[in-house]
């Protein structure tokens, strides 16, 4: 009896317990469908309220949290919010910002509007010193850079670190003067693909100052963007287009455009890659703009590359030290874990991660592959080989052994700028400014090829200009590129190197004989014991000028010779491409922000209305940005 009452009682203990189960099972079920109606996801447009443009690249933040999306080329995004009490703030460079409580809507269209009226003064950096600028800036602009252009849902804004104390370093540029066709036939430069100086005024913008007008590098600026050009036919690996009309800002001058568009290899066709990724984790890289953002980068080449693909991680700072030994492109999980690894602290010691980094990619060598080092750093070297010109000789030393280097600056407030770029130089290299992670996007994913592979180098440019047909000329930037003519011929002599599908793009402004131009020229007395003259085949000529350009294989030693003249017969504006009319904007900005001398007539509502009339394709929205950025540089650069 006593069994059978055991028996019933531990049934009724088991039924009781089934029944609590099958409550809790049902709570929960009912908490996660009505969870699930609350989440959803919002989408919408976000435009300007003035002309309906599409504003890409904004920042749209639920309020409280760091999760966001941001904008896409036409201006759409799609954000998950947990439920209906969400509000959505919206940022965007020179414009006001919006709160929007979501409510029960599922579309939430923005129309932003520029903020013209809450103004306040910015200091502004310039060389060494500081000082107050004479004019107001937008009050959306901050110490801070905004979450312009967060490309994932839910990620973390890479917002730059408040500035304490300024130690930035930027080459003085000596801006290209006028010179007399005459006396000065001759024009000889390097080709520049870097585009760092673009993306570095536009973290300066972003924070609501004008850059320096030493770290504005018009040719950097004019070729951030890409442009329409042909693709090259038979052997050359890129193709050449010019096209001459009457310059912008200042119309009793000609404009002269040249480009140069690489080959464009398809990706499961170009070599394969040893790679190196040399990163500094120096004390100064800890703020959320500068290692953070470089994990986050390179996470995204990561996801790019191939099986066939090879990849190391050396990293620096008061020693090196190698963290991932070479590894396939397949093994993807194991790269992204060695990066997630990694933590910052300690000195700088550059040069010891540079010749380590060189060591790994020595040791791994692909004869015909892609060898290259990729550095991410600050620049901000203190321990063993860092000076600037010991520095340059290592990497100098280095480029012998057939190792290309990417150099990737990163952070505010201590970017070695000037030593970034000279390291690139002489690296057979290229350097990018990376300030948020579509920039990044920008230079591991949507320009893989030109960024990882090189097509042809040390490519060097001469013109010679016809007196008959050019009183004077002037190359718009590329100070810091211009050789010696007789380096020209010279295969001895480092020049600029084009990765795959590469455009660069270079700008002069001529002075046409018998112009009404007040232009002017610097001039030399006349030769006491030789006599020039003109060839009287030039008169009649109507070439403007002959365009020499040589180049060498990415393995060669020995250089190629193309020739090209151009007509001195010029378009009408109506006549110019999309890609004539957005340089020449580009480039007048560029001479803005810098104030140059030489900026004619030159405007911002100018630049605006050159820009939005050459948009063209456009596909990933970065004509738009400028255009956007343009709206707001006024502000900044009033007085």
Not at 170 to 176: A, L, N
Not at 329 to 340: N, S
Request: glycine fraction near 8%.
């Amino acid at each position: 009896m006593e069994s059978l009452w055991r028996w019933h009682h531990v049934g009724n203990q088991n039924i009781i317990a089934m029944k609590k189960n099958l409550f809790l099972l049902l709570a929960l079920l009912l908490f996660g469908l009505t969870a699930s109606a609350q989440s959803r996801t919002i989408t919408g447009t976000v435009t300007d309220s003035n002309d309906g443009s599409p504003l890409p690249g904004v920042s749209i933040l639920i309020k409280g949290t760091s999760t966001g999306a941001a904008t896409d080329q036409h201006g759409k995004y799609s954000l998950a919010i947990p439920d209906d009490k969400a509000t959505l703030v919206f940022r965007y460079i020179g414009y006001k910002t919006q709160e929007i409580k979501v409510g029960k809507r599922d579309v939430v269209d923005v129309k932003l509007q520029l903020d013209t009226q809450t103004l306040h003064e910015v200091v502004v950096v310039e060389q060494s010193m500081s000082r107050a600028l004479a004019g107001k800036v937008a009050g959306v602009f901050s110490g801070r850079n905004r979450a312009e252009n967060m490309t994932y849902v839910a990620s973390p804004v890479f917002d730059a670190a408040p500035m304490v104390h300024n130690t930035e370093n930027y080459d003085f540029i000596k801006e290209s003067s006028f010179l007399d066709a005459q006396n000065n036939p001759l024009s000889t430069f390097s080709i520049d693909v870097d585009n760092a100086s673009y993306s570095n005024v536009r973290r300066f913008l972003n924070q609501g100052q004008r850059p320096p007008a030493d770290a504005v590098r018009i040719e950097e600026m004019v070729n951030y963007f890409n442009y329409d050009y042909p693709q090259p036919t038979g052997d050359a690996p890129f193709s050449v287009t010019t096209e001459l009309s009457a310059c912008p800002w200042n119309k009793n001058n000609q404009l002269l455009h040249i480009g140069l568009q690489g080959k464009r290899v398809p990706t499961d066709q170009l070599p394969p890659s040893n790679l190196v990724f040399l990163i500094d984790v120096s004390g100064s890289m800890f703020s959320p703009d500068k290692l953070p953002l470089v994990k986050a980068g390179l996470k995204l080449l990561v996801e790019e590359l191939r099986p066939q693909d090879q990849v190391s991680m050396v990293v620096y700072a008061g020693a090196a030290g190698l963290v991932l030994p070479s590894t396939s492109g397949k093994e993807k999980k194991k790269i992204i874990t060695a990066l997630d690894q990694l933590e910052a602290g300690g000195s700088t010691a550059g040069g010891a991660g540079i010749n380590l980094a060189y060591k790994v990619a020595e040791d791994n060598f692909m004869k015909g592959g892609n060898n290259r080092v990729i550095l991410a750093s600050d620049g901000d070297f203190n321990v063993g080989v860092s000076s600037d010109s010991e520095l340059q000789r290592l990497i100098e030393k280095k480029r012998e052994t057939g190792v290309f280097l990417t150099v990737l600056g990163f952070g505010t407030g201590n970017l070695k700028d000037s030593r970034m770029e000279q390291l690139a130089n002489k690296g057979n290299g290229n350097y990018a400014y990376i300030d948020n992670i579509r920039e990044a996007q920008k230079v591991f994913v949507n320009e893989f090829g030109g960024t990882l592979f090189t097509i042809a180098k040390d490519v060097k440019l001469q013109l010679e200009f016809n007196p008959a047909k050019v009183k004077a000329y002037r190359l718009i930037g590329y100070e810091n590129r211009a050789l010696a003519n007789e380096e020209f011929n010279d295969d001895k002599k480092d020049a600029g190197d084009m990765g795959s599908g590469h455009t660069v793009t270079a700008l002069y402004e001529i002075v046409p004989v018998g112009a009404s131009s007040q232009t002017q020229a610097g001039t030399v007395d006349a030769l006491k014991y030789q006599k020039t003259s003109l060839d009287p085949k030039a008169k009649s000529s109507d070439e403007m000028l002959t365009m020499k350009l040589r180049y060498k294989e990415p393995d060669g030693e020995t250089s190629r010779l193309m020739t090209k003249t151009v007509s001195s017969q010029a378009i009408s504006a109506t006549q110019t491409s999309d890609s004539f009319r957005f340089s020449a904007a580009v480039a007048a900005c560029g001479m803005l922000l810098r104030d140059s001398e030489h900026k004619g007539n030159a405007s911002f509502p100018m630049v605006l209305e050159l820009a939005k009339n050459a948009r063209g394709k456009d596909e990933e929205g970065y004509r738009i940005e400028f255009i956007n950025l343009v709206k707001s540089m006024g502000l900044v650069s009033e007085k």
